[in-house]
């Protein structure tokens, strides 16, 4: 009987000949029909001829009609010494956005900057970067900034702006009005010092630095401990024990960058270390750094005080069996241990929780060796009980002016209401923001400041240390810098270049040794870096406090009160940069979500409220929020990130997510993340969540490999026995490949992840990856090059969690290569798997044969490089001109219908190569750095030449813990890996 | 325009081009070869300055150590302005002597800027012990008609092919329309009238029109994209010949990135006013072109040139690496431009022409420290076993050594 294939069900049940039928039209025969009868009749006709004719003319014409368009060449009326056309300078710069601090320097091509790397001279970040930072550069060319000065939303000149504006000021302050300059936290000495002056010009002016994210905590309660507030400068890198309670020290807490390099640097184990630090976490949701931890134990928000008390208890040898934690004893014993190089720190925004921490950390002997008080960490100054006090006094009629610097109260303040009814009553309102934001628009005067890559700046973000911001492109719009605007209404026409330069002249210099002030400012300009080496002559005395007592008041909650646990994530932090496509297309690292943000709960709460992934709650008749059922969430703990839902700040963020700030319990007027005992509801209807990672299971193989420090030190290749067993097993009928000069690798250290993706966001701006949007990524087609996969182990309540980047492992017997049917993917004589996009034609073979699908396909035309208009698919905007600056030039954009995937930098080992060539030398190893290598600031990554055996890289293939994933398909991958190890107990 | 001009002078150029290559070879012998950095470095002097001779720009330079200090001149040299600035009596004359026309600073060191006076000193020649040995007359004559038979060779071989693909370019219109109109002639023969009674007759000519067509098309789409030949009316009159031939000034006065970036450089209308300050009429275009050039100064509006060489967006060239490392000479590409009044396009620049020079052209092997890394083929030419390494045999063949 013949096979019958069929499209549809309707296609099967209907008889052919009633199609036929179907397609007459009235007593005219169909098309069909007629060209059937022709061909029955088997002669040729008319039609035929048409045919052949058109198609030869139309061939001709195509032929004859492809002319080139003249392009032009347009050089410099006069070219700048410093500029080369076709070749990146570095600017060292710093970013700051209020919250975090990262030193830089910034690649410029031809006049704009593209992209942002870590500066290796900082003592602080040591050439580590964030996502953040990475990202930072797209700000720039955001589509949605402001162009102009406003005037009551009308375009108006910098001159009329300023005469309205200073006429208001002076009438303010002649009658004695309070007027109020509210910032972020401020780390510029300089512009501390414009401040000053504009404080001078208008004396009832008072400067409030408000904090979104808040350490009020830390600084009130050592206010108390030392007699000042302040926060210190932690030392992760001396400390043997971390104990840490919900502080997300890896990814947003204080200053992540710096702790990420100072943990990993005591977790190293290659290059003959044999000892690591340990890590004891305790937190209510899976937090970035506590899924690094060794040891993680749930602990719920509300407990978290009762759980300091018990530890301190415990640590002074008293009862401390009754507290929420069961380990407790185990861990203040391990503690004891390790008196003087322990640490333990904490995130909760209560003075009396940070009390209890601080008179920990004094019992341990921590201070001033793990935790210093005479270097001051300076980030977060703000005091969120003058920031309510202000709202209050607003909303009182009782300050008149007031200048909004880079904040958005309207967005970020929990009470959003009394932040707009408040503004309402100042007569004079003024915003000098760099991104669209929601609060510019219950003011004034919109004074728009350039951005940080446009402008002048210094700051000090420890005590004697100090880095530089320096324009690295003209101002693309029609911006002021806000230090230049405060310095004009307080009637002293200056640059800020000079005003800084003078500062400095005359506070830092002298004390420089240098001789010349032209020659000290060069040469720290040029570094971005100064580091005075001045810090507090003593450190601070620990003065003692009534600690029983707070322990005694810390009680235990009822256990099956649900709480809300509000966290920063890791790529759009407090909301500022959301409207950032890069980072909102940056999966989280533990959920893999992006584009939005959701609901974390248990899987026994979860059970008990009915809830599945994707399902809607509302959390106290706020919402709804998506939910994802989170192994290791505390029972009755629902962790929800801030910084979504945007309302005024652009496409790529406006309506994405739900802004949770509402949620922030204010209580005395401290901000706190975690509220105990919320109402959660489930709604109808449910909403999808785009993973990046929808498959955690590696399916019997040994993806990735981990052991504990006890085995490793008795057998180095534990948890990676396996290899032997393969090695013994690989067999080829081809001969084995040799490179001769060069043959590139990658080792990536898996216990030095940590999984805080900068490393995905450098390889975008470095490599043009396209951002694809939510709805792209939800049929899983995101097209990052770099992607970092996790996987759990162990109990589901609360599994140990490891990670791992993947990109090409530019195997050796490349399986992808010899599928192409155009040769499109090849093999280069250094063993890099090239891919020449123009030649792909797309039939995606090789990516249906990669084993580790790293090959990325071009549904779309993202980029705008086809010629055909209509491919283009673009939701988040980034082919507008403007966003289009950030783009490399020296990496082709790929059009719709190809493959691509990670090259190993190709460009930037070509660049290196050609600067060895030029001064006639050999490459040195730890030159060529891949954009992923660059931004680690774990140092995770490590690229180097495998023929050479004294590189760095080969070392790392040669140590024992090197394993390749899936190496018994015999690929031959040219990346490493080295198995992670756990400090399980001491 | 330009290139039926040229093949109509097909048998003088041939001519020409004879004796500008003797030319060349002649002036490349009497300087003695082997270049140390002060030769090169007087490369920019000699945009202005003439050792012996007349005046250009700026004076003649010999016995310039006699009449001023070396110390003087150091300064002089690395910055003139500085100096003019400073009042120094003999700068000032110097610089109303010369029409006001600043002399550009040179960040040189001292050691070198005495190497380049003691290239001056020695009347523009490098000191003996860098220049080889002089050859005897006989071994001069010999090498000389050898090299002239070369050079006339090749001048020959070269015009003779430029001439033909030119032909063959301008003959595929042509034989495309008479073939297409045969094809549809016997195609509608064929079909309709039916005069030919033979069919094999029509299944012939309908083959062939169709294989001609067929290759025409197959020529005419490799092309696509491509250039050759392409020369553009610029919207300032500026010869090549009269700067860098007539003129002697130096490829990378104006092109000055050309060692440093891809991109060789354009030069900003600064460039140009450094002597067009004060050179403001020219033998061929009168004092027009050159207005136009003050008019940009003037206005601070940069001239609009048009690219002539273009590659696709695909593609990454990196002048460095082919003039610096590679030590190409720019004619290699761009042909003789020093002899061209309008800039053409002469290669096609497609990837089969740049292959093809990767699998010929050496590399800087043994010159160069950084192929050291290459330990094989450092065993292998040593041996003898290879004569000599091509940019191929270090992956110059590689798709991801241009295309990133």
């Not at chain 1, 050999?922 to 180097?944: H, K, M, N, W, Y």
């Not at chain 2, 601070?300 to 490392?325: C, K, M, S």
């Amino acid at each position: 009987m013949e096979k019958k294939y069929y499209r549809s069900l309707e296609e099967l049940t209907i008889n052919p000949d009633q199609i036929q039928d179907h397609e007459m039209l009235g007593d005219k025969k169909s098309l069909l029909a007629l060209e059937q009868e022709a061909k029955k009749n088997n002669e040729p006709n008319r039609r035929d001829f048409l045919k052949l004719f058109g198609f030869t003319v139309a061939s001709a014409a195509v032929v004859a009609s492809c002319e080139q368009p003249v392009r032009k060449a347009i050089p410099y009326l006069i070219q700048p010494e410093e500029i080369v056309p076709g070749k990146a300078s570095y600017y060292a710069s710093t970013f700051f956005d209020g919250t975090d601090y990262c030193s830089i320097l910034v690649k410029v091509r031809d006049g704009r900057p593209i992209k942002i790397e870590g500066n290796k001279l900082s003592a602080i970040t040591g050439g580590g970067t964030s996502a953040r930072a990475q990202a930072s550069v797209l700000n720039l060319y955001d589509n949605y900034r402001y162009t102009k000065p406003l005037v009551q939303g009308e375009e108006a000149s910098w001159s009329e702006m300023d005469r309205q504006i200073t006429d208001k000021l002076e009438a303010i302050s002649a009658k004695g009005g309070k007027i109020v300059m509210l910032t972020p936290t401020i780390i510029s000495p300089s512009t501390k010092a414009v401040i000053a002056a504009f404080s001078e010009k208008y004396p009832t002016t008072s400067h409030i630095q408000y904090d979104n994210v808040s350490a009020s905590g830390i600084r009130k309660a050592n206010e108390i401990s030392f007699g000042e507030a302040f926060v210190p400068s932690y030392h992760f890198d001396k400390a043997k024990l971390i104990v840490s309670f919900d502080a997300d020290f890896l990814g947003t807490w204080l200053s992540p960058v710096e702790f990420t390099r100072q943990y990993i640097s005591n977790r190293k184990l290659h290059e003959g270390k044999t000892t690591m630090s340990r890590h004891i976490h305790l937190e209510g949701g899976m937090s970035l750094t506590g899924s690094n931890a060794d040891k993680r134990i749930a602990l719920k928000p509300s407990q978290q005080k009762a759980a300091i008390a018990q530890l301190y208890l415990a640590l002074i040898q008293q009862s401390s069996q009754n507290g929420p934690v069961a380990e407790m004893p185990a861990i203040a014993n391990e503690l004891l241990d390790a008196k003087g190089t322990s640490l333990v720190v904490c995130n909760s925004n209560d003075h009396e929780t940070q009390l209890i921490v601080n008179a920990i950390n004094q019992l341990l002997g921590n201070y001033e060796n793990t935790t210093n008080t005479q270097v001051h960490l300076k980030v977060r100054q703000g005091n969120d009980q003058v920031m309510a006090k202000l709202i209050d006094e607003l909303n009182a009629g009782l300050v008149d002016g007031i200048i909004l610097y880079d904040v958005n109260p309207v967005y970020d303040y929990p009470e959003s209401d009394k932040v707009i009814s408040g503004l309402q009553k100042a007569s004079l309102k003024i915003s000098m923001p760099v991104l669209r934001e929601e609060t510019s628009s219950y003011v004034d005067f919109v004074c728009p400041d350039h951005h940080f890559l446009e402008s002048w700046n210094d700051f000090e973000v420890k005590t004697g240390h100090y880095t530089f911001a320096q324009p690295a492109i003209r101002p693309i719009f029609n911006t002021r810098s806000a230090q230049e605007s405060l310095l004009k209404w307080a009637g002293k026409e200056k640059d800020f270049r000079l005003f800084i330069q003078e500062y400095w002249e005359k506070n830092l210099f002298p004390a420089s040794g240098y001789l010349s002030f032209t020659a000290f400012w060069n040469e720290k300009i040029h570094d971005g870096i100064y580091d005075s080496g001045i810090i507090d002559p003593k450190p601070l005395v620990y003065i003692d406090t009534d600690i029983e007592g707070l322990v005694g008041k810390a009680s235990v909650l009822t256990a099956s009160d649900i709480d809300l646990d509000l966290y920063y994530n890791i790529s759009v932090g407090n909301g500022k940069h959301a409207n950032n496509p890069w980072l909102q297309e940056l999966p989280d690292p533990i959920t893999k979500i992006c584009w939005d943000n959701y609901a974390a709960v248990s899987q026994k709460l979860a059970d008990e409220y009915g809830l599945k992934d994707e399902d809607l709650i509302t959390i106290n008749q706020t919402g709804p929020y998506p939910v994802i059922i989170q192994p290791g969430q505390e029972h009755h703990t629902v962790s929800l990130a801030l910084g979504y839902g945007r309302e005024k700040s652009g496409k790529s963020s406006e309506g994405i997510g739900v802004n949770a700030y509402p949620l922030v319990k204010m209580e005395d007027g401290s901000r706190h993340l975690q509220t105990a005992g919320v109402v959660i509801n489930k709604v109808a209807g449910n909403y999808r969540l785009a993973r990046t990672q929808t498959h955690h299971s590696m399916e019997g193989r040994e993806i990735v490999r981990d052991t504990t420090l006890q085995e490793y030190l008795v057998k180095p290749n534990s948890g990676n026995e396996v290899r032997e067993e393969i090695k013994k097993h690989l067999k080829s009928i081809y001969p084995k490949k040799t490179y001769d000069g060069f043959h590139w690798g990658m080792a990536i250290d898996l216990n030095s992840c940590i999984g805080c993706n900068a490393c995905i966001v450098a390889c975008s701006a470095e490599n043009n990856v396209p951002v694809v949007g939510k709805e792209q990524v939800l049929m899983a087609r995101e097209m990052h090059w770099i992607r970092i996969d996790r996987y759990y182990k162990g109990d589901p309540d609360n599994p140990e969690l490891i990670r791992q980047p993947v990109m090409c492992q530019h195997c050796d017997n490349a399986p992808c290569e010899n599928v192409c049917p155009v040769a499109a993917t090849t093999h280069s004589n250094e063993g890099i798997n090239q891919m020449a996009y123009n030649r792909c034609i797309g039939t995606r073979y090789c990516n249906n044969n990669c084993p580790y699908k790293v090959r990325r396909f071009n549904f779309f035309d993202y980029t705008n490089a086809d010629s055909f208009q209509g491919n283009l698919y673009d939701p988040a905007e980034m082919t507008v001109d403007l966003r289009k600056l950030v783009l490399n030039p020296d990496v082709t954009t790929r059009a719709k219908g190809v493959i691509e995937k990670c090259s190993f930098c190709i460009q930037r080992i070509q660049d290196t190569k050609l600067t060895a060539k030029i001064e006639n030398r050999e490459l040195v190893d730890g030159e060529v750095v891949t954009a992923c290598a660059q931004a680690c600031p774990s140092q995770a990554i490590v690229f180097g030449n495998l023929n050479d055996t004294e590189s760095r890289v080969a070392k790392m293939f040669a140590d024992e813990r090197n394993y390749h994933v899936l190496e018994e398909l015999h690929v031959l991958p040219s990346v490493g890996y080295l198995t992670k190890v756990k400090n399980t107990n001491v | 325009m330009m290139i039926r001009f040229l093949s109509q002078l097909g048998s003088l150029n041939r001519v020409v081009l004879y004796f500008i290559f003797l030319g060349a070879i002649l002036s490349g012998l009497t300087s003695q070869a082997q270049t140390p950095e002060a030769e090169k470095n007087f490369q920019v002097c000699k945009a202005c300055h003439n050792i012996d001779g007349p005046k250009l720009i700026g004076p003649s330079l010999a016995g310039v150590t006699e009449r001023r200090t070396t110390e003087w001149l150091i300064k002089f040299i690395r910055n003139s302005q500085e100096v003019i600035q400073s009042g120094d009596p003999i700068a000032v004359q110097l610089f109303e002597e010369n029409n006001k026309i600043p002399m550009p600073a040179n960040p040189l060191t001292d050691e070198q800027i005495l190497d380049i006076l003691a290239y001056i000193n020695n009347g523009g020649k490098v000191a003996a012990e860098f220049a080889q040995a002089a050859p005897t007359d006989e071994q001069l004559t010999q090498k000389q008609t050898m090299l002239d038979e070369m050079a006339a060779q090749q001048a020959e071989r070269e015009t003779r092919l430029q001439d033909l693909e030119r032909d063959a370019n301008r003959n595929f219109g042509t034989t495309f329309i008479l073939t297409l109109i045969i094809l549809i002639v016997v195609i509608f023969d064929l079909l309709v009238t039916r005069v030919i009674k033979a069919r094999f007759v029509h299944t012939v000519l309908i083959l062939v029109s169709l294989f001609i067509i067929g290759e025409i098309m197959y020529k005419e789409a490799a092309m696509l994209g491509r250039q050759q030949y392409y020369q553009p009316d610029q919207p300032v009159w500026f010869s090549h010949k009269v700067h860098a031939e007539q003129n002697k000034i130096d490829c990378k006065y104006c092109h000055t990135s050309v060692e440093k970036s891809k991109s060789a450089g354009i030069p900003g209308t600064h460039v140009c006013m450094n002597c067009h300050n004060v050179v403001k009429s020219g033998k061929i275009t009168g004092t027009e072109e050159i207005a136009k050039v003050t008019q940009s100064w003037e206005t601070g509006t940069p001239i609009e040139w048009i690219r002539i060489h273009n590659l696709p967006d695909h593609v990454y060239f990196n002048h460095a690496q082919h003039v610096n490392a590679g030590k190409l000479d720019c004619k290699e590409c761009h042909g003789d431009v020093q002899k061209m009044d309008v800039v053409m396009q002469v290669n096609d620049l497609s990837m089969g022409w740049c292959l093809e020079c990767h699998r010929k052209t050496e590399v800087q092997f043994a010159s160069n420290s950084f192929y050291k890394t290459y330990e094989k083929l450092h065993e292998q030419f040593k041996n003898g076993e290879i004569k000599r390494v091509t940019a191929d045999m270090v992956g110059g063949d590689n798709c991801m050594k241009c295309h990133y």
